[in-house]
């Protein structure tokens, strides 16, 4: 079998076509949301993430309020900037990037982000909501992963996923959401990390295997069965001397060999990445349209 391949380009296009369609109607009502960006360093992984957040909010006609700011910058001038864009009623969401460089506390500025801007999801209120069922913001990644899977037709409920990677921002998420009884939930999760003993034995046991574990050729051919359903959420650069850049972007997943027998998998540019940008800009509309009373 040789895999659909899952454009999460294209996917996120269209949500984005219905997303500036509805900021262009909340602009007739005097109403424009706005998010507001705070990067910390000069990472270039983060600082091309944010450069296409910002274009991306340009794009579908999102205010956005951009702040890079000095890796040494100091924790109180870090929350003093979020405890600003809190009281900023032109702001509905707010971004840090992470990681934040080395002395900087990431757990106290999450916490200090208004739980009603918390567009990325990852302030506990949030997290807590989430795990319980209650209506939130969805960390933007797996919600993307979950729309992916839903538009192309992948039936979750029943399925057997096998999820590796046990991050706060993907695997822990992620795992939560496909649990609920929702429609977009009812599967049978098993989360594989580091200390996994036999990760190939749950992956070849998955109906849909996701992987986020920060490694390229994490998952291989021989390590899935036939017509498995593959979400590569891994972004590594590799070098690559026939590149202008010196590098390419390549997953976690063994693409070339694993798309011989999945059903459908999704490329690393083009899969993944594009949707947790759209599931941002989605996230910040929500934000304003609750802050209106909408
Ligand atoms: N770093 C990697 N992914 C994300 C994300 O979705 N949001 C934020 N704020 N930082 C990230």
């Known amino acids: 079998m040789t895999a659909r391949i899952i454009d999460g380009k294209q996917v996120a296009a269209d949500m984005r076509a219905e997303l500036k369609d509805e900021v262009a109607r909340l602009k007739q009502q005097a109403i424009v949301p706005g998010l507001g960006v705070i990067l910390v360093g000069e990472d270039p992984a983060s600082q091309s993430y944010v450069t296409a957040k910002e274009r991306a909010c340009e794009d ?15 924790q109180e001038d870090l929350m003093a900037l979020v405890e600003k864009m809190n009281k900023d009623p ?10 934040l460089p080395k002395g900087l506390n990431e757990a106290d500025v999450l916490l200090a982000i208004d ?26 990644t ?22 590796v990677g046990r991050s706060n921002i993907v695997g822990k998420p992620l795992a939560n959401m496909l649990i609920q009884k929702n429609a977009t939930g009812n599967a049978t999760v ?19 295997v996701i992987v986020a574990a920060g490694r390229p050729n994490t998952v291989t051919a021989d390590m899935v069965k036939d017509g498995v359903v593959v979400i590569d959420v891994g972004v590594n650069r590799v070098e690559d001397a026939t590149k202008k850049s010196g590098y390419r972007l390549v997953g ?15 490329p ?18 929500e934000s304003a349209k609750r802050a209106a009373g909408l």
């Open 190 to 208: 098993t989360v594989c990390h580091t200390r996994t003993k036999n990760l190939a034995e749950h992956t070849k046991r998955a109906d849909i």
């Open 115 to 140: 739980p009603a801007k918390d567009v990325d999801g990852f302030h506990p209120m949030n997290v807590g909501k989430m795990v319980v069922g209650e209506k939130t913001f969805l960390p933007c």
């Open 268 to 285: 690393v540019p083009g899969g993944v990445g594009p949707m947790t940008i759209t599931m941002l800009l989605y996230n910040t509309v």
């Open 142 to 163: 797996p919600h993307g992963v979950i729309q992916l899977l839903i538009r192309s037709g992948v039936k979750l409920e029943g399925a057997e996923v096998a999820i």
């Open 60 to 74: 579908i006609g999102l205010y956005s309020d951009d702040n890079r700011l000095p890796a040494d910058t100091s």
């Open 90 to 99: 032109k702001i509905n969401g707010i971004l840090v990037q992470l990681p």
């Open 252 to 266: 976690d997943v063994d693409f070339e060999a694993v798309k011989e027998k999945a059903s459908f998998i999704t």
